[in-house]
């Protein structure tokens, strides 16, 4: 760890901050009265750990020329990023109010123009690999040791552009390229598996020529390690498969498709609140 | 006379840039060969990214190695750069990245490859997005300033359009181009009060619209012609000089009328309420397969079709 990623954090203040962020994201899906409360309660843990164990940043300087960089290629996920970006120091946690409202920093979707911190500006699935493979690009021509990390939804997946940036990003060795794809089950018009199948995806980005781990995506340790092993790849760029579950923390969100792009209600949100604060 | 195709004048000044700015990084898709970089890629290897029959991804990668600090060139034919006109409306226009575009193979003037080859509404998309420009050049002097101005002194998202055919020289030595404005290429001997018409070209057809005015002004009408360098943003200040000592006047492009440079002049004269005739002279329907020059006599683009549509009456 870098001195600059300031947090010194052990697991179980990591669990106790990953559990107050998911309050922020019921709240501030609740006051915007629209957003993506499934996909930002599976990704959670997956940013909390890199946030506050391996992301080498500064709050204060969003444009620190030597920062890794993380892009939420699955951009309705943002209330997560927004959640650990206040959390972080980035912005006032007040702010997460303005979520979605008129001349708010927090668009709808992450918008880097907009936001200090938003390092490429997502919603439009299936770029944000890409983009990540010329951020590392750029780094091996400059012979820096910043990483980028790019967080893939598993139905965005079935983007074509997706599988483009697989195939290249081995092609020039981008062993500073992480991919994250939060494997939740989950897309708007139901399963995966049933939209459209991805399995065996482990096997397939091997096949594709890259290094690959599979992790429960909720437990905290298991995280931790997955990251430590990709810092570890030489010469090939490495993916992280996280079995994650849609809507968890939430009883009634978790796997319930209905949850992944509708706003809870305030009974919804009082209850899905004491869900998570009571919590494991 | 310099008789270059905008393709190979963008090439050398890839290799001339290149030399010294470092940042530089060119990004092809299986057509170095047809878009000119090969020089630029023996020149500078570890600068050249090819990236595979696989456009969508380059655009992405070009957005990312602009944010970090690159000037990236990314080619491919217009017609498969633009298709993928999604990954460019997000990563290049919408993050504002500082990627430069460049479509080759414009137009009918590819000739015998057919319409599949040809980019015939690259404009029209890419003049529909914030923060694009879109450059044209007419030949080789234009076509060598336009490319140093996109990668040495403008910031933003650029897309440049260029022609598989060889240019005559239409600018004179010396000649400077100005980004934003349309400027006139050639003028009657004698200026009259009213001009017949303004010819306003772009890309393949400007030497077309030059001979036709040569040919009017024989049989003594009086016809300038101004090209039209940069189709976005669009210099809407000259067709209103244009319009106001003009009976009429005459767009020519090797693009579909409809969102190109037709369009263009169509709006910035009805937005300022000028009463002016606009013929629109361009594709109407896909291309096909010919010689670059019996495809431009069939659709409307050689010179005494130029002449017709300066002089026809309006219905």
């Keep these: 760890m870098t001195p600059a990623t300031g947090a010194t954090a052990d697991l179980k203040e990591l669990k106790d901050l990953a559990r107050?962020?998911?309050?922020?994201?019921?709240?501030?899906?609740?006051?915007?009265?629209?957003?993506?409360?499934?996909?930002?309660?599976?990704?959670?843990?997956l940013l909390t750990v890199l946030y506050w164990r391996f992301l080498r940043h500064d709050p204060k300087k969003p444009d620190w020329e030597e920062r890794d960089r993380l892009i939420l290629s699955k951009g309705h996920a943002c209330p997560a990023l927004y959640a650990v970006m206040a959390r972080r120091g980035y912005?006032?946690?007040e702010a997460l109010k303005t979520l979605r409202k008129l001349d708010s920093p927090l668009q709808?979707?992450?918008?880097?123009?907009?936001?200090?911190?938003?390092?490429?500006?997502?919603?439009?699935?299936?770029q944000g690999l890409s983009v990540g493979l010329g951020m590392a690009l750029a780094a091996k021509l400059d012979k820096k040791d910043w990483r980028t990390y790019v967080i893939l939804?598993?139905?965005?997946?079935?983007?074509?552009?997706?599988?483009?940036?697989?195939?290249?990003?081995?092609?020039?060795?981008?062993?500073?390229?992480?991919?994250?794809?939060?494997?939740?089950?989950?897309?708007?018009?139901?399963?995966?598996?049933?939209?459209?199948?991805?399995?065996?995806?482990?096997?397939?980005?091997?096949?594709?020529n890259w290094e690959v781990q599979v992790v429960d995506g909720h437990?905290?340790?298991?995280?931790?390690?997955?990251?430590?092993?990709?810092?570890?790849?030489?010469?090939?760029?490495?993916?992280?498969?996280?079995?994650?579950?849609?809507?968890?923390?939430?009883?009634?969100?978790?796997?319930?498709?209905?949850?992944?792009?509708?706003?809870?209600?305030?009974?919804?949100?009082?209850?899905?609140?004491?869900?998570?604060?009571?919590g494991k | 006379m310099a008789n270059k195709a905008t393709r190979e004048s963008f090439g050398e000044m890839l290799v001339e840039l290149g030399a010294k700015n470092e940042n530089l990084v060119v990004l092809d898709a299986d057509l170095s060969k047809s878009?000119?970089?090969?020089?630029f890629k023996k020149k500078h290897p570890e600068r050249h990214f090819e990236l595979g029959i696989a456009e969508q991804n380059m655009v992405g990668a070009a957005a990312g190695l602009a944010l970090s600090g690159k000037v990236p060139v990314l080619t491919s034919f217009a017609c498969f750069v633009v298709g993928r006109l999604e990954p460019?409306?997000?990563?290049?226009?919408?993050?504002?990245?500082?990627?430069?575009?460049?479509g080759t193979h414009a137009g009918i003037g590819i000739g015998e490859d057919g319409t599949s080859q040809m980019g015939l509404e690259d404009v029209a998309a890419m003049?529909?997005?914030?923060?694009?420009?879109?450059?044209?050049?007419?030949?080789?002097?234009?076509?060598?300033?336009?490319?140093?101005?996109?990668?040495?002194?403008?910031?933003?998202?650029?897309?440049?359009?260029?022609?598989?055919?060889?240019?005559?020289?239409?600018?004179?030595?010396?000649?400077?181009?100005?980004?934003?404005?349309?400027?006139?290429?050639?003028?009657?001997?004698?200026?009259?009060?009213k001009y017949q018409a303004t010819l306003i070209a772009s890309g393949g057809p400007v030497p077309c619209a030059v001979e036709a005015a040569q040919e009017l002004e024989k049989k003594g009408f009086a016809v300038r012609v101004a090209d039209a360098g940069t189709l976005a943003p669009f210099d809407g200040a000259a067709v209103a000089r244009f319009a106001k000592d003009s009976q009429r006047l005459v767009s020519v492009e090797d693009h579909n009328v409809n969102g190109g440079l037709g369009s263009a002049v169509c709006e910035a004269a009805a937005e300022r309420g000028l009463a002016v005739p606009v013929v629109r002279v361009g594709l109407r329907d896909f291309g096909e397969s010919a010689s670059p020059a019996e495809l431009y006599d069939k659709y409307g683009l050689s010179a005494p079709h130029l002449v017709e549509a300066c002089l026809k009456n309006l219905d």
């Design chain 1, 20 to 45: 107050t962020m998911r309050v922020d994201i019921i709240r501030m899906i609740e006051a915007a009265g629209s957003g993506h409360p499934g996909g930002s309660l599976s990704v959670i843990d």
């Design chain 1, 91 to 93: 912005f006032p946690v």
């Design chain 1, 108 to 126: 709808g979707h992450p918008d880097r123009l907009r936001l200090p911190g938003i390092e490429f500006s997502t919603g439009s699935l299936g």
């Design chain 1, 153 to 208: 939804g598993d139905g965005e997946l079935q983007e074509g552009q997706c599988w483009e940036a697989f195939m290249a990003a081995p092609k020039f060795g981008l062993d500073n390229l992480v991919a994250i794809v939060d494997h939740n089950g989950g897309q708007i018009d139901g399963p995966v598996k049933e939209v459209m199948d991805l399995e065996p995806l482990a096997d397939k980005l091997r096949a594709f």
């Design chain 1, 219 to 278: 437990d905290l340790a298991a995280i931790e390690k997955a990251y430590l092993g990709a810092r570890l790849a030489k010469g090939r760029p490495h993916a992280i498969v996280a079995k994650t579950v849609k809507g968890e923390g939430v009883s009634f969100m978790e796997n319930n498709i209905a949850w992944h792009g509708s706003a809870p209600k305030k009974e919804d949100a009082d209850r899905a609140v004491q869900e998570i604060l009571n």
């Design chain 2, 35 to 39: 878009t000119m970089t090969q020089a």
């Design chain 2, 88 to 102: 460019i409306r997000v990563s290049a226009a919408y993050n504002r990245t500082n990627v430069k575009i460049v």
């Design chain 2, 127 to 193: 003049r529909a997005l914030p923060h694009m420009t879109v450059l044209q050049p007419g030949d080789d002097a234009e076509a060598r300033q336009q490319v140093r101005w996109m990668i040495e002194e403008h910031v933003g998202p650029v897309y440049l359009r260029l022609t598989r055919q060889k240019m005559p020289d239409v600018h004179a030595d010396g000649w400077t181009w100005e980004p934003g404005k349309i400027d006139v290429i050639w003028e009657p001997a004698k200026k009259p009060a």
